[in-house]
C-alpha cells in the first residue's frame, strides 16, 4: 500500500452520503476542495484585511495576484472580457491553490481527478457559449468560419474549426488532470525508490541518495508545474472567453 | 426513449456496484484507476459545485471589490501626490525665476553703482592731475622768471666785471687810468654784438 503510486489518487468516504441512489459522500476530495477554497479564501481576506495604503508582504501577495490575473485578461480579453474577471481569478486562484496544497506529502489533489478538471473546462466552454449565444446570437457562429478563405476550402476549414471547438474542453481539462497525475506518480515513484533500497541495508542506503535528490528536484519541478498549470488553465479561458466576446477574429 | 431506460440501468449499475466497492476499497483499491472510477463523480461534482461556487461568490462579493479598491485608493493617492508634486515644482520655479529676477537686478545696480564711483574717480582724478599740472605750470613759470632774473644779474656783473678786468688790462698795459665812463661805453659796445 505504501509503495503503491496509485494509491494516492484513491477516494475514501469520510461522511457518506446517498441521495436518489447517487453517492455524494463527503470524501477526502472533497475535504480538500473545502480546504482549498478555506485557504485561498481566507489568505486573500486576512491578507487584505488592513487595507494598507503601503502593502505588507502578504498583502502585495494578494495584490499581484489580483493584478497578474486582470492583466492576463485584459491582454487576451480585452477590457470587455474584465466582465469574466472573477470567473477567471477564482479558477486560477483554486487551480493554483489545489495545485500547491497535494503536493504536501499524504495530501490529496483535487485536480488529479479528470472529472474535476473536466467540469471546470465545462464550465468554461459553457460560460464562452451561452455568453457568445446570449450576445451576439447566431453571430456567435462566426467563429466558425474565418475571414477570407476561398469558398472552395470553407467547408473543411469550419469543419476544422468546430472540432478543434470541440476539443478545446477535453484539451482544457486532461492537460491539468495529466500533469497533476503523472507528476505526483514520479514523485511517488522515486520517493518509493528511496524506501526500498533504504531497506537493503547500508549499501542501499547509500545508493538510495540518489533517488532522493532525484525526489528532490522533482518536488521542485512539480512546484513549477502547480503554478504552470494554473497559469496554462487561466490563460487559455481567456482566450476562449475572448471567443465569446468577439466571435468575428 | 431509447437511451433513458438504458442510462437508468447502467446507473443502478454502478450505484450497486459503488456498494460493493466501498467494502473493497477499504483495503486496498480493487476498484482500478480511482480518476476513472465513474461512482466518485457525483460525489466529485456535487462537492466542487458547492466549494468553487461557494468559493466564487465569496471572492466576487467581498475579495475582489476589496483588492480593486485599494488599489484604486492607491492610484488615487498616487496621482493626487504627483498633482501636489508637479504644484510645489512649479512654485519652486517661480520662486527660482524671481530669484534669478532679483539677482539680475542687484547685478545691474551694482554695474550702476560701479560705473558711478569708476566716474567720480577719474573726474576726482582729473581735477587731482588738472590741480598739479596747474601748480607744475605756475612753478615752471616762478623758475623761468627766476632763472631769467638770475641770468640778467649775471649778465650785469658780466659787464661790471668785464669793466673790472678792462681797467685792470688797461692799467697793466697802459699804465693809466681809465675813464671809468668811456671804458663801460666799450664794454656794452662789445656786448651788444
Redesign the interface.
Known amino acids: 500500500m505504501a509503495t503503491d503510486p496509485i494509491h494516492q489518487f484513491q477516494i475514501s468516504k469520510l461522511i457518506p452520503i446517498e441521495i436518489g441512489g447517487l453517492d455524494f459522500s463527503f470524501t477526502n476530495s472533497s475535504l480538500f476542495m473545502v480546504a482549498t477554497v478555506a485557504a485561498a479564501g481566507a489568505f486573500l481576506y486576512l491578507t487584505t484585511s488592513s487595507r494598507g495604503l503601503v502593502p505588507s508582504r502578504m498583502q502585495s501577495v494578494s495584490e499581484m495576484s489580483y493584478e497578474f490575473v486582470a492583466s492576463m485578461l485584459r491582454d487576451a480579453a480585452g477590457s470587455h472580457g474584465m466582465r469574466f474577471f472573477p470567473f477567471v481569478f477564482s479558477l486560477f486562484m483554486f487551480v493554483l491553490v489545489a495545485n500547491l496544497l497535494g503536493l504536501f506529502p499524504y495530501f490529496f489533489t483535487v485536480t488529479s481527478h479528470i472529472v474535476v478538471t473536466f467540469a471546470l473546462a465545462l464550465l468554461v466552454i459553457g460560460t464562452v457559449l451561452v455568453y457568445g449565444f446570449w450576445k451576439h446570437g447566431f453571430g456567435f457562429l462566426k467563429l466558425f468560419v474565418p475571414e477570407g478563405v476561398p469558398g472552395v476550402l470553407l467547408p473543411l476549414v469550419v469543419l476544422i474549426e468546430v472540432i478543434s471547438f470541440l476539443s478545446r474542453p477535453i484539451s482544457l481539462s486532461v492537460r491539468l488532470f495529466a500533469n497533476m497525475l503523472a507528476g505526483h506518480i514520479t514523485l511517488k515513484v522515486f520517493a518509493g525508490f528511496v524506501t526500498s533500497l533504504g531497506a537493503l541495508g547500508v549499501a542501499g542506503a547509500a545508493g538510495a541518495v540518489l533517488p532522493l535528490a532525484m525526489t528532490v528536484a522533482l518536488t521542485g519541478l512539480e512546484l513549477l508545474v502547480a503554478f504552470l498549470q494554473a497559469y496554462v488553465f487561466a490563460v487559455l479561458t481567456c482566450m476562449y472567453l475572448n471567443d465569446a466576446l468577439h466571435p468575428g477574429h | 426513449m431509447f437511451v433513458a431506460p438504458a442510462f437508468a440501468q447502467e446507473?443502478?449499475h454502478t450505484?450497486g456496484e459503488?456498494h460493493t466497492e466501498?467494502g473493497v476499497?477499504?483495503g486496498?483499491?480493487e476498484g482500478g484507476?480511482?480518476?476513472?472510477?465513474v461512482?466518485?463523480?457525483?460525489?466529485?461534482?456535487?462537492?466542487?459545485?458547492i466549494?468553487?461556487g461557494?468559493?466564487?461568490l465569496?471572492?466576487?462579493r467581498?475579495?475582489?471589490p476589496?483588492?480593486?479598491?485599494?488599489?484604486e485608493?492607491?492610484s488615487d493617492?498616487i496621482a493626487q501626490d504627483l498633482d501636489q508634486a508637479a504644484r510645489m515644482k512649479e512654485d519652486a520655479d517661480a520662486a527660482v525665476a524671481a530669484y534669478e529676477q532679483e539677482l539680475a537686478e542687484a547685478r545691474k545696480k551694482a554695474a550702476a553703482i560701479a560705473q558711478e564711483a569708476r566716474d567720480t574717480a577719474k573726474a576726482e582724478a582729473a581735477a587731482e592731475r588738472r590741480k598739479v599740472e596747474s601748480g607744475l605750470d605756475s612753478k615752471l613759470k616762478e623758475a623761468e622768471a627766476r632763472i631769467a632774473l638770475i641770468k640778467d644779474t649775471a649778465l650785469s656783473d658780466v659787464g661790471t666785471i668785464a669793466e673790472e678786468t678792462a681797467a685792470a688790462i688797461v692799467q697793466e698795459l697802459v699804465g693809466g687810468k681809465v675813464d671809468k665812463a668811456s671804458l663801460s661805453a666799450a664794454v656794452k659796445a662789445v656786448q651788444q654784438q
Open positions: 446507473a443502478d450505484a459503488t466501498t476499497a477499504e486496498g483499491h484507476f480511482p480518476p476513472f472510477l461512482e466518485t463523480y457525483p460525489s466529485q461534482l456535487l462537492w466542487l459545485a466549494t468553487f461557494l468559493f466564487y465569496f471572492l466576487k467581498v475579495v475582489l476589496r483588492i480593486a479598491g485599494i488599489l485608493v492607491r493617492r
